[in-house]
């Protein structure tokens, strides 16, 4: 039974307005599968929320309900959605370009998704270079631009009848760029939006939007975003939850589960060669160097955080470790990747591990977008603000505390995530020591 008291979470009353910016492949894969799952097309494969359990106490009571009995999340039924997007296609035409899911299921979903259509997105071709479209917000500067946004929320808001609301990028991969002057605080940041600073990327315009009207914001993407201070600033003021950045979906996910097994048997690595073929939106837009820039940042700090050369520097100094996405029209949203892994056991001798990995990258994140949108839901109603590293779990490059670094381990993610929900509910955080079992 509880030994602590568990924290007070608002009931999830009323429905949960879900913000998308950007509506490609991702997008309407979440959108449309959450409709499908709500008439009884499909399961939430993927879903934690939906499908996870959470044990609780010892192993011998036997209580391990679903995460959705333990805390109280929002209802599938009780979603509502609105995006922006370049395009102006309605969430049906992107669904249908976008080429993942099976044009039978989208026809039977065909009322609903026609009815979702794209608000004009903020856009600067500087940070997209590969795409370009005709529905983007005017304005004179990046605040007329951001209060826009604001203006979208609100009016969102009360035309769906949402009582709460959620922002979840899922976006493009914007090109390369680091923290600059306007990046440093908020009132730095404000002024940079009022002068256009060109340091300032589209993405971080919606999440100031957000953080600014208290709407919790995820960062599907690699790109800086909400990763800056002033936006953490901004978050704590408003004390909204956040969190981001980059949807762990496929090579990723992959070298999450295998080095920390590495590690854990001592076995060294010599080298990780990782490559890549992709034909979606976000393939095209991965072509151009400057935005695979930004991904590869998040895909590259992975193994140095899980392998900790520092403190092993017999198994794991100078790996080498490369990373390779290539633009490949005919596979679509059918991501492949391949990993050679170089290690090495006993007394030196080497080994070889080769995995291929034949996934569908945005049937493997349109779970992780539900997770996200329903837990940072949670976390607000808890009273939990600023970043939410407990939510590391769903991305390649998790954000943290200044000077803290993140924790990519995703069996430990998973312990974080489900002891802070055993945590909210004021039972035992579980340690699996089990020596009560034998006293």
Known sequence: MPTQEPVKIAPAEGKLGVMIPGMGAVGTTFVAGVEAIRRGLGKPVGSLTQMATVRL?????????????????????????????????????????????????????????TGL????????????????????????????????????????????????LVMIWCGSTEVHHKPAAPHMSLAAFEEGLCKNDPNIAPSQVYSYAALKSGVPFANGAPNLTNDVPALAE????????????????????????????LKARMLGVQGWFSTNILGNRDGEVLDDPEAFKTKEETKLSVLDYILQPQLYPDLYTNVCHEVRINYYPPRGDAKEGWDNVDIFGWLGYPMQIKINFLCRD??????????????????????????????SFYFKGPMTAPGLYPEHDIFIQLMKLKNTLRWMKGEDLITHLGLEYYD
Request: aromatic share 6%; glycine share 8%.
């Open 57 to 113: 106490g010892k192993r011998t009571e036997g209580r391990s309900p679903l995460i959705k009995d333990l805390v109280p999340l929002a209802s599938l039924d009780d979603l509502v959605f609105a995006g922006w997007d370049i395009f102006e296609d309605t969430a049906y035409e992107a669904a249908v370009k976008a080429g993942v899911l099976e044009r039978t299921l989208i026809d039977q979903l065909k009322d609903m998704l």
């Open 362 to 391: 945005s049937i493997l994140a349109a779970p992780l977008v539900l997770d996200l949108v329903l837990f940072l839901d949670l976390a607000q109603r808890a009273g939990m603000r600023g970043i939410q590293e407990w939510l």
């Open 117 to 164: 259509k794209p608000m004009p997105a903020v856009f600067d071709p500087n940070y997209v270079h590969r795409l370009s479209g005709p529905n983007v917000k005017p304005g004179n500067t990046l605040m007329d631009k951001a209060d826009a946004v604001m203006q979208d929320i609100r009016d969102f808001k009360a035309s769906s009848g949402a009582s709460r």
């Open 234 to 261: 901004l978050a704590k003021i408003t004390e909204t939850p956040h969190c981001g950045k980059d949807f762990k979906t496929g090579q990723t996910f992959m070298k999450t589960l295998v080095a920390p097994g």
